[in-house]
């Protein structure tokens, strides 16, 4: 199975910071990579799909990059309704795999 | 507009069962391949089992292969999953989910579904 390895599992900043995390595979997996958003209590929402392709209506405050094994999804100025956990998720073979997740929180 | 509205979750005990539904709208179900996505109380993601749009075609996560069935009925725009000989690490939210067709990764959610497992 492929192990989807997501940094930092958590992190505090503040509004109009640049926040970044990062997502690694344990084995190449392309661009099939995706990235999604979740608030408490909802469920989660597609933010980037294929490493770096936005989402219909989704921010271009979010970008993500990366290909192969290594994968980055970046909030170019963080707002308060981005507060929330963001998972990425493999997309390259059964069994699907999600990262841990990041909570990212208000500082 | 895309809607994914899942019912069937409940409390059960340990060895029990039961049968999740996901009544899908707002697109043409029968194009389209389905998930089931679960989180278990304050954890992450965890992709559970994969149909095409087709229903030939079946995947499972390792930790339900055998116990849990997916399943679809085109004509009635409807998904299932049979969960059998559950657990308690099966209690989660259960997510219906829409997959995309250029990858196996969802479009849209349903907003789930909660299972208990308890004795």
């Known amino acids: 199975d492929i192990q989807m390895t997501q940094s930092p599992s958590s992190l505090s900043a503040s509004v109009g910071d640049r926040v970044t995390i990062t997502c690694r595979a344990s084995q190449s997996i392309s661009i099939y990579l995706n990235w999604y958003q979740q608030k408490p209590g909802k469920a989660p929402k597609l933010l980037i799909y294929a490493a770096s392709t936005l989402q219909n209506g989704v921010s271009s405050r979010f970008s993500g990059s990366g290909s192969g094994t290594d994968f980055t999804l970046t909030i170019s100025s963080l707002q308060p309704e981005d507060f929330a956990a963001y998972y990425c998720q493999q997309t390259f073979t059964f069994p699907l795999t999600f990262g841990g997740g990041t909570k990212v929180e208000l500082k | 507009e895309v809607q994914l509205l899942e019912s069937g979750g409940g409390l059960v005990q340990p060895g029990g069962s039961l049968r999740l539904s996901c009544e899908a709208s707002g697109f043409t179900f029968s194009n389209y391949a389905m998930s089931w996505v679960r989180q278990a109380p304050g954890k992450g993601l965890e992709w559970v089992s994969s149909?095409?749009?087709?229903?030939?075609?079946?995947y499972y996560a390792e930790s339900v292969k055998g116990r849990f069935t997916i399943s679809r009925d085109n004509p009635k725009n409807t998904l299932y999953l049979q969960l059998s000989s559950l657990r308690a690490e099966d209690t989660a939210t259960y997510y219906c989910?829409?997959?995309?067709?250029?990858?196996?990764?969802?479009?849209?959610w349903g907003q789930g579904t909660l299972v208990s497992v308890f004795s």
């Open positions: 989910a829409k997959v995309a067709i250029r990858d196996w990764g969802v479009e849209h």
């Open positions: 149909i095409s749009n087709s229903g030939i075609s079946t």
